[in-house]
Each structure stands twice: as structure tokens, then as C-alpha cells.
């Protein structure tokens, strides 16, 4: 009897061991995502001030500054449930105002041009690896908050169920390549 006893509490350390490790998997998956969407964010909010910046330099012509200006504004000032919107916005601007290398090249050539282009081409490149960074995150959360364990015994805790940022981000093809050059 008592080493029953014994083998009860045992098994129930072990499951209650299990269960807390997975808790505190999902905690810091949490914690992840939300590092992950500060980052995001930090990446989005420099696009958007290299574009506006760009669109006021006067290194554009004035339907480029004006298209470009007004969505990376409305991207800046958007609301959190506007905000993919916003930044698709962005990104379809962008590609606009630098569908053809010769824009690029326009631009580089003005003064302080050099600088201009190659802080947007990095700032166009991490957007999306901030944004896959995050979504990747949020998916690894997704799959463990689906297993029995996690919703039998409530060890998601009160926690939002996370979202996915989607999207537009594909960069213009010629700020792309200046990017990886």
C-alpha cells in the first residue's frame, strides 16, 4: 500500500512536472512573439521614416514624393487594425515609385542620394525577415496551444491568442538588388 502510495505521488510530480515545463514553453514562446513584434515594429516605423524622408528630400519628382509621402504617412499614423493595410499600402507605393532601376539611380546621384537609397534598401530588406521572424513565432505558439494538454489544462493561461502579421511585403525589385549589392 504505502509503496503504491509512493508510485502515485511520483507519477503525479512527473505529470505536474511536464505540465509546468510546458507551461513555461509556451510563457517564453509568448515572450518571443512579443519581442518579435517589437522588432517588427521598429523595422515597419523605419521604413515608413525613410520613405517619408525620401518623399521630402525633393530628390523625387513631385507625383513620386506625393504618392510616397502620403502612404508612408498613413502607414505611421495607422491604427492597429488598419495597420496591414497601411504597410501593404507601403509597400505597393514603393514599388511604384521604384519600379525601374533608373529611379534607383536617379536618386543615388542626388546629393546625399547615396545614403538615402542604401538606408531604404536595407530598411526594405528587413521588413520581411522581421515579419517572418514574428509569423514564425506565432506559428510555433499556434501548435502548442492546439495540443489536449495545453487546452485541457488551461496552460495558456489568459493569454491572447497571438496573430500573424500579414502583409505585403515584397520589396521593389530595383532596391532589392541594390540591397544584396
Do not use: C
Request: hydrophobic content about 50%; charged content about 25%.
Amino acid at each position: 500500500m504505502t509503496s503504491t502510495l509512493i508510485w502515485i505521488a511520483v507519477a503525479l510530480f512527473a505529470i505536474g512536472l511536464y505540465l509546468s515545463w510546458t507551461a513555461g514553453r509556451l510563457d517564453r514562446l509568448h515572450a518571443r512573439i512579443d519581442a518579435a513584434r517589437a522588432a517588427l515594429d521598429a523595422q515597419l516605423l523605419r521604413r515608413a521614416s525613410v520613405a517619408q524622408e525620401l518623399a521630402t528630400s525633393g530628390v523625387l519628382d513631385p507625383a513620386a514624393s506625393i504618392v510616397l509621402y502620403e502612404a508612408a504617412h498613413a502607414a505611421r499614423q495607422a491604427e492597429e487594425e488598419q495597420r496591414e493595410v497601411a504597410e501593404s499600402e507601403l509597400s505597393q507605393a514603393l514599388r511604384a515609385v521604384f519600379a525601374e532601376p533608373a529611379q534607383v539611380e536617379a536618386v543615388r546621384e542626388a546629393p546625399g542620394g547615396e545614403e538615402a537609397a542604401g538606408e531604404l534598401a536595407q530598411a526594405v530588406r528587413r521588413v520581411p525577415m522581421a515579419r517572418r521572424f514574428h509569423n514564425d513565432s506565432v506559428r510555433a505558439a499556434h501548435a502548442l496551444r492546439r495540443h489536449r494538454k495545453v487546452r485541457w489544462f488551461r496552460l495558456a493561461g489568459h493569454a491572447p491568442v497571438p496573430m500573424a502579421f500579414e502583409m505585403d511585403d515584397e520589396p521593389p525589385t530595383a532596391l532589392a538588388d541594390r540591397a544584396t549589392a
